[in-house]
């Protein structure tokens, strides 16, 4: 008897336990999903900012190389599908250059899946790449799309859709024209094909053998053949005298790493770029746009020809981990945290910027074309950063770190509205702005829903300053990604044309 009245209280108790523990877990998710709603209308007030008056003109953006069509299939699917049973190990320091068969696609998918990093790849094996498309081409429809491809045309879109007068530099098939809308100015040929590229997507927690993605990314593979060759750029070139842009912006010279075994056609393809962006007023604002560059010949040569005469620049957190390495050290650096502190990517950055403007005070007077870079933005999965040099032409540094960061929820949630609900909270609501120590704190929230901050930064032996504005936005993360392909290239064009 006493025992079962025990048992009763023990019971008692543990419901109450049970139904304490479920309202605290409700009130915490009720104060997250809070957080949520007051940062996106902190976003939202601060985007709304950006509208242009009708009586404004139309700004003027300019964009260069190249097009093609992306064939975008589930990795997971696919692989498990054609390579079944045939799961590598992952060596820890091991991807590859070029994919040249099977094996090689494997592990390097492996590499970069297990990482969540995104990868550009070149599979220069013809017989086989063909055979890996048959493959898609047969999987599940509701599996594979086809989209338009290539970041030109992709910014070249989106700088349309934010109102921008646009002209393009690339050659396109009939099939692929007709995808562009017709307001878009091409500077190009009609091309009988269009090279493809084959998308590996995958989500968050999609498993593959032993691995397991920790984010949702994507793996791209091509052999193209016409985008090496850049074969738009002296046509672009002629338009450009008569078009005058605001801005322009070159793109999609990752496509050269397929030149590495002709060094002379690609750098004189490159003195054609060069020669482009120098030939351009004081009024047009250059933009170069990073992407995942592998070889460090390749990062030598835009070192050489493009970045010394570029006033922005757009990345990822695995470029710019990159691009920093190959501007200190001399050398490149593959996959890398898939989600960097803020402290240690504006360190990078600061990095970053602190070569180029010593690069442009070492060669000024040799080279009086060179110009100073004026802007980097940074987007990462969980956080947009953009730096401006002050007194440089970009404007609303702020707003457009929001449109930046706000493009990103819905391009890859693929919806214009945002629910609450349907964002991870990945961002705690203060962060370092330095991982040096004593660094000061900046806070993201309710009052604040994008920090920014002046700051000097110091560089050459005799310690010059120079002072920039920096803005960091948080990416409402999307839960369930839909797409990843091209988030980057609607997040950079978006900021930009806030800018101008
Ligand atoms: C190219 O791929 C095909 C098909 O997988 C293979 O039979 C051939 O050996 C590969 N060629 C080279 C040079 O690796
Ligand atoms: C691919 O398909 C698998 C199962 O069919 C699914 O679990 C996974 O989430 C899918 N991934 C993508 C990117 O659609
Ligand atoms: C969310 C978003 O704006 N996505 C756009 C990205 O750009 C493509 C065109 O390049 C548009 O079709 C998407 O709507």
Redesign the pocket.
């Known amino acids: 008897m006493r025992a079962l009245r025990y048992m009763g209280w023990l019971t008692t108790c543990s419901v109450f336990t049970a139904f304490v523990s479920i309202i605290w877990q409700a009130w915490l998710s009720l104060q997250a999903l809070n957080k949520t709603t007051v940062l996106l209308a902190g976003l939202l007030a601060i985007e709304s900012s950006l509208k242009r008056s009708v009586l404004e003109p139309a700004p003027r953006v300019a964009i260069g190389y190249g097009a093609c069509t992306d064939l975008q299939i589930n990795a997971t699917d696919f692989l498990g599908t054609y390579f079944r049973e045939r799961v590598p190990q992952v060596r820890p320091d091991y991807a590859f250059e070029h994919v040249n068969n099977e094996d090689e696609l494997l592990q390097s998918f492996a590499y970069y899946f297990q990482n969540g990093a995104a990868a550009e790849r070149i599979m220069p094996n013809t017989t086989l790449f063909k055979q890996l498309l048959d493959y898609a081409k047969v999987m599940n429809k509701e599996h594979i799309h086809w989209y338009?491809g290539g970041n030109a045309?992709?910014m070249a879109?989106?700088f349309f859709?934010e109102g921008a007068d646009v002209l393009l530099g690339a050659h396109m098939s009939k099939k692929l024209r007709p995808l562009l809308p017709k307001e878009i100015r091409l500077a190009g040929d009609e091309i009988p094909d269009d090279d493809i590229h084959l998308i590996l997507e995958y989500k968050a927690g999609d498993g593959w053998g032993p691995y397991v993605a920790p984010r949702a990314n994507r793996y791209i593979l091509h052999n193209d053949r016409n985008n090496p060759h850049l074969s738009s750029v002296e046509q672009l070139t002629d338009a450009l005298k008569v078009y005058q842009p605001q801005l322009l912006v070159i793109s999609g010279l990752q496509m050269m790493d397929m030149f590495k075994f002709m060094p002379g056609v690609r750098e004189a393809r490159l003195r054609q770029v060069r020669a482009q962006l120098i030939q351009q007023t004081r009024n047009t604002l250059h933009h170069f746009e990073m992407a995942s560059y592998v070889e460090l010949k390749l990062l030598e040569q835009l070192r050489e020809y493009v970045l010394p005469y570029v006033d922005s620049l757009g990345m990822n957190e695995q470029e710019l981990a990159n691009l920093q390495q190959v501007l200190e050290h001399g050398r490149t650096m593959l996959a890398t945290d898939w989600n960097p502190r803020i402290a240690n990517t504006l360190d990078q950055i600061r990095q970053v910027f602190i070569s180029l403007v010593e690069d442009f005070y070492r060669n000024r007077k040799a080279d009086p074309q060179r110009r100073l870079v004026s802007r980097i933005h940074v987007h990462t999965l969980a956080y947009q950063v953009i730096l401006r040099v002050m007194d440089s032409k970009w404007k609303n540094t702020r707003a457009a770190a929001a449109k930046a960061a706000l493009?990103a929820h819905?391009?890859v949630c693929?919806s214009?509205f945002i629910n609450p609900e349907s964002v991870l909270k990945i961002l705690d609501d203060s962060f370092a702005t330095s991982a040096q120590k004593h660094a000061p704190r900046m806070r993201m929230g309710a009052a604040n829903a994008v920090p920014c901050w002046k700051e000097y930064i110091q560089y050459g032996e005799d310690l010059q300053r120079i002072e920039v504005e920096i803005c960091v936005a948080p990416v409402l993360v999307c839960r369930v990604a839909k797409k990843t392909a091209?988030a980057g290239?609607?997040i950079s064009a978006?900021g930009l044309v806030a800018q101008l």
Do not use: A, C, F, I
């Open positions: 338009m045309p992709l879109v989106r859709m493009t819905r391009y693929k214009q091209g290239d609607n978006s």
